[in-house]
């Protein structure tokens, strides 16, 4: 961590620069599409009544349109028509992680780009769903299932709807997490791809376990997550309040639907939001979110964490639960096969801070302050 | 459970009736005094400065007096001298659990009630501590330091002092939680006191592993807890809101110091409240509390979870570390002196609820439809 | 306000006394009913289909039973059969305010209480409405028609049904509050009845401008507002938090039924909740209530408020609207006819401290610091 | 209102134009800097300690740095160096509107945008404040003082800093509002300067009372006010939550300030932000704000509101002080001297919507429908 200055909440700042990697995916001489913001996601369920039920009945999205195969979803806040798809399919996984671009020419961009690198690439001027127009697909060289589009049918936005709002209403679909083996390789292109990186989790040697990078002036629109992919890690909606996120958790237990809470709620120390992560009928993982900070300016300040220091993940040093860090949705091709995975090679950040080999630690170098009541068990952060 | 009726939130209801016990404490023909509600604990410290630090610095009680040895603390809606009393000395423990009665007679009626029973009695008219008058104290038939009070110098209410507010205000006094063996024969004891019971949680062979009761009309004044005793298992404060809790943790995080955060922060199912619990730097436990219910009404129904219910101690099914089962503090004699402990002989709730040969369901008879990715390791709940 | 102390806070302190009054009720040899809270009223609407989306589709109260005629409603929280009754009639009217005693013999204390007193009684072994048994209604000295009870159906409490909870829920029916010409009268009466005072408003020469007073240990189970009387001021719902009662003003405006907000919301000086009045479609007013602060203890110290202190209603200094202070609900006798008014006569608190004559400060004697740009007209607290 | 569509909210939603003026500023041929957000606001005080102790003692802002003329002033999130210059000085005053741009060539940009309009411009290689490199300051076309800066020393970011955060913590500088007497010319050279309309107020007739703009993808990081100018009308600092803002209201009564709140709390129906306005001693208005909305994209659909709806600038419907509409800080020339104002010809939206004359409606064309007893004085959004 060179070029670092630690702060007194125990992280390091840094300047934003461009990831090193050994196995650097080309930097294409096409100019990278002006993404605006994550948009969307398809989710293929294999029961699309019970999924309906989890994303209406439960989480109070907002349904803009549906039929016997699909169900297209939106949050209080947003005036495009879907931010969530739902498609029955027989294996569950993500169909596209999908990016809103700033003008139709992008989307002539995002051909050459990715061409240029040897990806599959569809359009259709149409659109691969309903609500959006022209539209690209891409097998990213990750292996994800990239969409980009900017036509797109307006509907009313509901922000003042506050007869329509929930205890646990979702406003607006916040970011993307993506699980990959080689972090470094797969920020180092994102940067290409017109990303800024905000916030990462390293260690004493620069081994990168995960990286958080942004369109928006936000935390992030994607996060990178070291581990065998590609998998789509979390899909991440925020609410206006913390009080909202506790809201549906007491929701979920009155419906005695409380093992669908995986982990949470915390507040994460990278990103510095509220948070709680669910698992959906099919398994994939819905965080809800609020309160990170503006990432705007171009200087903006890159947080790295320690991958021992014990807040990085839940800033009130409560234990990860080890499903979250090897857990994922498979992704599909543009066939809709599932994408088969890479093992990570690097090291795993679950067995590096937790279990018999690995430590963390609340203050540098205070292993031995710790008080004995606590150098038991207690915490899965310490010993798994 | 005979007699319980199941409500549609998965617990059962019932009038509450003599609790049934095979080795009652016998019913003193002297009546009991009309104690109004738990008042203050004074707490052994072994670090005073540590202790202040964690009282007044972090978790911001007020200071109303303090001296080399001693400081005295209270809420922002108190107006009795103090409702926390920090005694240095040799051996961490609980000194007195205190209770404010109605008249300055009851303590007369006090004196008699444990008298009778063969308890040791003692009475100082200018009080224990400084700020109350007449006091009584005994050791009761369970082992535990109480203290009877009227007399009491009254200080300003700083409830409207918003200047004084910490993001993480505690404003009362709620409840103690006192660890006793055989909690169906504390609980009885506890009915004879006056003490009204308000949730319990039992299994189906009518086992009670713990339970609730109250003279102020909330969930508890106090609790008995079933465990190795006597112990005092935790002193709780209330916030306004919830947000004050997270705040709490928050702050925690920010000293660095996010290992005094034991449990939580949740729901819990018994007495609905969201809840987090510390440990202070002597280890002693500490419940921040807010929002349970009215519970006033003489026919007020008792409330009653199933040992193996998941959401009963945490609604939305998060796991409760062992350390909260297993730990607790000493409680004195009036001489200054640990009380021994005496070992549970019933059945454990740790044991019966998770690990090897426990178990905990989140909906009845639902084992089967578990989703596969929640079969495994990643709740304690489930499995340790 | 000879005996009080001043608080930092600006507001006086003493201990509780008997209220005088030049024209005292008599107080009656029969011991008066034991009173355990306010428990329901009873409203006249005259359009109850326009009453029952009020209180149901906008406040979300629930229905325990409903008719053509009556409605039920109760809170989240509550486990006896309502906590209001709509019941259509002719003229908008409150027909009963009903407490809740501690036991069935309390009824005959009660017929003797107010025999003694000349007031009209009647004794229902069935009750004046579903779901309550054997009750007592009587027309009080004041005018006012009280119900008492104890026999009550018991219902589901729903207070873990988050599933059911809107963002405004309503908690806990928390107090009633009554117009009456001789404040000082009706509270003295009050207290034979066994009430308690916790705040009250006066001024320099003792005149008594409004009293709050309590049998459960909160600010009060009901209050006196001195006007033009007798009169139903309000009738006070619960909610948990803040937002909660943000969350119904939010609603109000998308139903784009607003006018319906007639003050607030905003923190009270006396009694330290945070509040809003709302009108029904009859003009009944209600104030949804939050967080004010424990009274159980008998030494609990009388908060007395200058009725000149401009944070006296308002601790923010918003301007108390005329309405709230002229419009009251008609109240009725037993044979449901509406009680003719009888005049105040003492001061008014409108035109004491607003207006041409009246007067208010944020800071004692600080009239002259005000900054140039308040001294105009822009807080009606200085200048309606 | 043509090509617009009425939403279910009430107010109409039309894709982004060039606003239409009779009298427009000039389009410079040199492009416009690239302006990343607000930054920072200079104000000029007359009693620079009375300021430091409202802003740093009352509001909790951050110091960065001070001496006897001048304070630096920062949000809990921010990490440059300021977002509030407290300078002494003779005539309360605004001496910079300070924009952030995204490189330091826009500096040159601007020079050379503001040169062609004929505007005084002067560059200073080290700042005219502290913390600040390379800046241009220019009297814009409008009158008012702006100014430009890149370069900027960084500063600890402590929005971890939970220890720090009081109970009203100010995160972010969120907006400014100015004050024009021609809405339209003003609005419509913004858009020349770069921003997008994301609201406004128009009447039937098509006149502009006043427009919301923006850089970074928030509803504003500026507005135009209608009316004598130029003139500040606020500075806007945000919250997380909603409950931050009122523990400032609840801290002033505290600190027998509460005369600093004129107006509100209370939900905008613009921008759907929770809002507080407060003015501090020299008379500066200062808005305390959280949750409006993402506006982003390209095609973000402008909200227009109607002059004569109740809720457009209160959500609830609650009055507008008529200070709110009539005070506002003067700004500077170069030179620190007033400039003077021009009066606004155009209608004036306090008179037509309050007053004699004015009218608004709660629901379209319901006048007839307002229930009688509020169809007197009770609100001053009827009548003043």
Known sequence: MTDKTRTSSGFFVSAEAPIHTDNPIPTPSAPAPDILRCASMEL???????????????????????????????????????????????????????????????????????????????????????????????TDPLGFPLEFFYEVEHVERLAWRYDLYSPGALVRLDHFNQVTPDVARATRFMQDLGFRVTEDIQDEAGTLYAAWMRRKPTVHDTAMTGGDGPRMHHVAFATHEKHNILAICDKLGALRRSDAIERGPGRHGVSNAFYLYLRDPDGHRVEIYTQDYYTGDPDNPVVTWDVHDNQRRDWWGNPVVPSWYTDASLVLDLDGNPQPLVARSDDNEMAVTIGADGFSYTRPADEDEMPAWKQGEYKLGHQL
Chains 1, 2, 3, 4 share one sequence.
């Open 44 to 138: 293929v369920v294999t029961d699309l009544a019970a999924s309906r039920q989890f994303y209406v009945d439960v989480l109070d999205l907002q349904v803009t349109q549906e039929d016997e195969t699909t169900v297209y979803l939106r949050t209080m806040e947003e005036f495009i028509h879907h931010n969530l798809v739902l498609r029955k399919g027989p294996v569950a996984a993500v169909a596209a992680f999908s990016y809103r671009v700033r003008t139709p020419e992008d989307l002539d961009k995002a051909v050459a780009f990715y061409t240029e690198l040897g990806c599959r690439v569809e359009r259709r001027a149409d659109g691969f769903t309903d609500g959006i127009g022209d539209s690209v697909r891409v």
